[in-house]
């Protein structure tokens, strides 16, 4: 079986949040210190409260999907 490992050590790209039914685009910088994640204006993204999932993809590897 092939094992593929990923540098998510540092650097930036695009996304999704998915919260309340609703998915919008945000924009994410890692750092050593942790992420940022911001709207597509720049400001910062706000989650619900409670828990938080997160998913990191290759871009390759990422299939197609739409809200409803």
């Not at 593929?4 to 210190?33: A, C, E, H, V």
């Not at 938080?52 to 809200?67: I, P, R, W």
Request: proline share 3%; hydrophobic share 30%; glycine share 14%.
């Amino acid at each position: 079986k092939k094992t593929t490992t990923y540098d998510f050590s540092t650097g930036n790209g695009k996304g999704y949040i998915i919260n309340g039914g609703k998915m919008r685009p945000i924009k994410f910088t890692l750092q050593n210190d942790g992420f940022t994640l911001m709207e597509e204006d720049g400001s910062p993204a706000k989650l619900a409260v409670g828990k938080t999932y997160m998913c990191l993809s290759d871009q390759n590897l990422a299939g197609n999907f739409s809200a409803s």
